[in-house]
């Protein structure tokens, strides 16, 4: 079982940057593969970006690579996702989860958070 909490969601100017966080509640954090999604108004949740469960490997969505970094703390039971040089179209509610497989597909994470909103203005 595991709680997740994210935060650090605002409104900023295009070619700005976020830190989102997302503190979990559960017994192990390493158990778990973590990944972060977005949905945007009107439109399906959407990959963004995924961890393995000690760190050593990340994956991006294209619509991220090169701008966002994922990254987690196990000890702290924390994972984050540094946004960086963002865009009007990042706009959306991001979504911290976790599952038990690698995978970027939503039907592979079994917890989610309740989501924090990204406002990017132009």
């Known amino acids: 079982q595991v709680q997740l909490v994210e935060s650090g969601g605002g409104l900023v100017q295009a070619g700005g940057s976020l830190r989102l966080s997302c503190a979990a509640s559960t017994r192990t954090l390493s158990v778990y593969y973590m990944g972060w999604f977005r949905q945007a108004p009107g439109k399906e949740r959407e990959f963004v970006a995924a961890?393995?469960?000690?760190?050593?490997?990340?994956t991006y969505a294209d619509s991220g690579k090169g701008r966002f970094t994922i990254s987690r703390d196990n000890t702290q039971k924390t994972v984050s996702l540094q946004m960086n040089s963002l865009k009007p179209e990042d706009t959306a509610v991001y979504y911290c989860?976790?599952?038990?497989?690698?995978?970027?597909?939503?039907?592979?994470?079994?917890?989610w958070g309740q989501g924090t909103q990204v406002t990017v203005s132009s």
């Open positions: 961890i393995t469960r000690t760190g050593s490997s990340t």
């Open positions: 989860a976790a599952g038990s497989t690698w995978t970027q597909q939503r039907s592979g994470y079994d917890y």
